[in-house]
């Protein structure tokens, strides 16, 4: 995805949405945009952070929708489903993972992730993340925080990933109702799209009944990734 301002039609393509679609919607102020010289144009930054909020607020039907329109590439006649359960290094799971706090998890999910060998930079990672975090918590109602930075890091990164870490007990991790915690994904990603479709395709499995009541009573890695994958395998394309 360009980092240069869209106009209507490139955000449609990159919506895979018909212009008139992307009118509506862009007319309704749906779309965060703004007009220079009398034509639209839309921040590749704005439009991410709009599509996280849609995911984050969609049901089951409506995250299928944005999911199969992230897994069409451009001019690709057929969808391309990524599989959760392959970014998920065993190396890269925590169970139980030793953090107590909010800052205390970032740093424990990123030295995870960099354990693996995929991520060059967990300094770095570590502090996108809490940047991320302190502009808008990713903690869930359901106890549930898919941690990422605000813009993919492909600089550090030799391939894509996820970290997943349960603490021993909930904590408070900025959830919007007081909520706690205890289960942390974090997301490291190459691109926009790429991080688009991971967290489109953990949010419906996340939302799948008794996903996360089986995670929380697993006692080690093998078997959080084997309930990932179980769940992951179970969803209607």
């Known amino acids: 995805m360009s980092y240069e301002a869209m106009n209507l039609e490139e955000l449609a393509a990159y919506l895979h949405l018909h212009l008139a679609q992307v009118r509506k919607l862009v007319d309704r102020g749906d779309i965060p945009g703004r007009k220079v010289g009398g034509e639209w144009r839309f921040s ?4 991410h952070d709009w599509i996280e909020r849609r995911i984050g607020l969609a049901g089951e039907e409506g995250l299928l929708q944005v999911e199969n329109a992230l897994q069409r590439p451009p001019g690709a006649s057929r969808l391309e489903h990524i599989v959760l359960a392959d970014l998920l290094p065993l190396a890269a799971i925590a169970v139980p993972l030793p953090a107590r706090t909010r800052n205390s ?8 992730a960099a354990d ?14 809490r940047e991320r975090e302190e502009m808008h918590p990713t903690a869930l109602d ?8 605000r813009r993919p890091m492909p600089q550090i990164l030799s391939e894509p990933l996820l970290a997943l870490g349960l ?5 408070p991790f900025g959830g919007e109702h007081g909520s706690l915690t205890d289960i942390f994904f974090l997301i490291c990603s190459e ?10 395709r953990l949010s419906r499995v996340i939302a799948v009944p008794s996903f996360l009541e089986s995670l929380r009573a697993v006692q080690s890695g093998p078997e959080a990734l084997d309930v990932v994958r179980q769940y992951e395998q179970e969803l209607p394309e």
């Not at 998890?105 to 995870?112: E, Q």
């Not at 603490?167 to 904590?171: D, G, L, R």
């Not at 691109?191 to 489109?200: F, G, K, P, S, Y």
Request: net charge negative; with cysteine.
């Open 142 to 149: 359901c106890g549930v925080a898919l941690l990422h930075p």
């Open 191 to 200: 691109d926009d799209r790429q991080h688009l479709r991971v967290l489109a």
């Open 167 to 171: 603490t021993e007990s909930p904590i």
């Open 105 to 112: 998890v970032i740093s424990r999910m990123t030295r995870l």
């Open 44 to 47: 590749p930054t704005e439009v």
């Open 116 to 129: 693996t060998g995929l991520l060059w930079d967990a300094v770095a990672m570590e502090t996108a993340v």
